[in-house]
């Protein structure tokens, strides 16, 4: 049964939204948290495991010192404390992904707390407080087969692989960001985009959301207009692209109003985002914290970060996000409003590896808010995962610079790299796709085209040149699109003049 939805409008003339994200970051490191099993995506089920991750009677574990560094180099970036002393603890929960029955995490100690980092949505900075950054594993992965869609309702049984188990996690947990109104949606994507673009340039993940490297909770509550009081939150779980960030926490203030307006009551409880549909649908109900029975992890000593290593670390931060931006803005020569597009699209670090591989900086912003993110609407993906490399870009626009193709042809070039036809020069040869520089077959174009439009050609003896424009649009059909509109243009005037 759907759900009954109230009017976005009518939400934001009733109530306030009150929005929190809790972001999980897989690191990238060599083997996982607490044993030496090799933490890489892939690979053949249950193959990557031991007993420490696999929580066999007698295993200890041992912290990953790599995944500590990583910790505290995000939560410097994040301009969080860096804890003196910290510790872990038992999450203790029984799933079937989870083969100790309990996740080692952080609870009341975690490694980095009381940070923030400032957003820009649609050329507004917004501040979202960080309430804290920890360490944790990731749990296995259930399989669910049989039945339409691939959950546990319908299938026939289920597989749980746990390669995925005991990789070195960091949750970011956001305080509640008040005060957003309508743009709490953008303020959730805008937030996950910056944070991604600030995990890849420390280096600490790949953080494709498609893989599972970067994963987004969106915990979101409605309060009477003007009240001041948070009401009842859900937490939609995984949601996994900057698209769907944004689309989950629409769909949750318009739900969450309905219920409201009906004189019900919200059920703290987790969701799934179902990506097809663009809804949410009901998990379980949440539990607080008292229901996970935390205490102290009695197999491991406490992390103690030296003064001398924490600001060791916090001189290997890269450059803000923000003053990175305002810095390549001015060197792009970018107006305000071409860059928050290019933000808003999410194809900023698109466009600034396009232009490391030698693209003119218009020319990459160009090809990827127009060509590549109309097909990535298309495809319903975001505008990262669609398919196409920063270097394949620069290599299309350097066949353009060279005048082997023109944009028309370039088009086509796209087509062939989303098929997966080899780089963009073996897709020119395939397809025949270079532009006609044989003086002689554009000659005998061209004369085809004045012989066929004599009126044309008329007007143009008369002195009206801007009539030439038909007879190149005649000889560009002519010539397939392959032809140099320019030079075109020449042999007309030539011609005729």
Known sequence: ????????????????????????????????????????????????????????????PVVNGKAVESAIRIGLALNCDIAEWCRFARKNYFYPDMPKNFQTSQYDEPIAFDGYMDVDVDGEIVRVEIERAHMEE??????????????????????????????????????????????????????????????VALGVSEARMDQGNLRADVNLSLSPKGSGVLGTRTETKNVNSYRSVERAAHYEMRRHAAILNDGGSILQETRHWQEGSGTTTSGREKSD?????????????????????????????????????????????????EMRDTVGAGAFGLVEATVAEGCAPQAARKWWLTELARRA???????????????????????????????????????????????????????????????????????????????????????????????????MKEMRGQADAGRVRELVLERLS
């Open 138 to 199: 990731d749990t296995g992965k259930s399989l669910h087969v049989g039945g339409s869609t691939g959950r546990i309702q319908g299938a026939d049984y289920s597989l749980v692989d746990y390669n995925r188990a005991g990789i070195p996690l960091i949750e970011i947990v956001t305080r509640p960001i008040l005060g957003a109104g309508a743009k709490a949606p953008d303020v959730a994507r805008a937030y996950v985009a910056q944070l991604r673009e600030l995990i």
């Open 1 to 60: 049964m759907a759900d009954a939805l109230v009017d976005y409008d009518d939400v934001l003339a009733a109530y306030d939204p009150a929005l929190g994200l809790e972001v999980h970051v897989e690191l990238n490191t060599h083997t996982k948290m607490f044993c030496g099993c090799p933490a890489v995506f892939g690979g053949e089920p249950n193959t990557q495991t031991c007993p420490t991750c696999l929580g066999l009677p007698g295993a200890m």
């Open 289 to 337: 914290a008292d229901d996970y029975r935390y205490f102290p992890e009695p197999d491991l000593v406490p992390v103690a970060p030296s003064r001398e290593w924490v600001d060791e670390l916090r001189g290997t931060l890269p450059e803000n996000p923000t003053v990175k931006r305002a810095r390549l803005q001015a060197e792009w020569g970018f107006t305000d409003l």
């Open 377 to 475: 609407n298309e495809s319903g993906v975001d505008i990262a995962d669609l398919g196409v490399s920063p270097a394949q870009v620069a290599a299309v626009q350097a066949l353009v610079d060279a005048g082997t193709v023109n944009d028309k042809l370039a088009r086509q070039v796209f087509d062939g790299l989303l098929a997966g036809e080899g780089t963009p020069e073996e897709i020119v040869a395939a397809r025949g796709l270079a532009i006609v520089s044989d003086e002689g077959a554009l000659g005998a174009a061209v004369d085809k085209a004045i012989e066929a439009n004599p009126d044309v050609a008329q007007k143009i003896r008369d002195g009206k040149h801007a009539a030439a424009g038909a007879l190149i649009g005649a000889v």
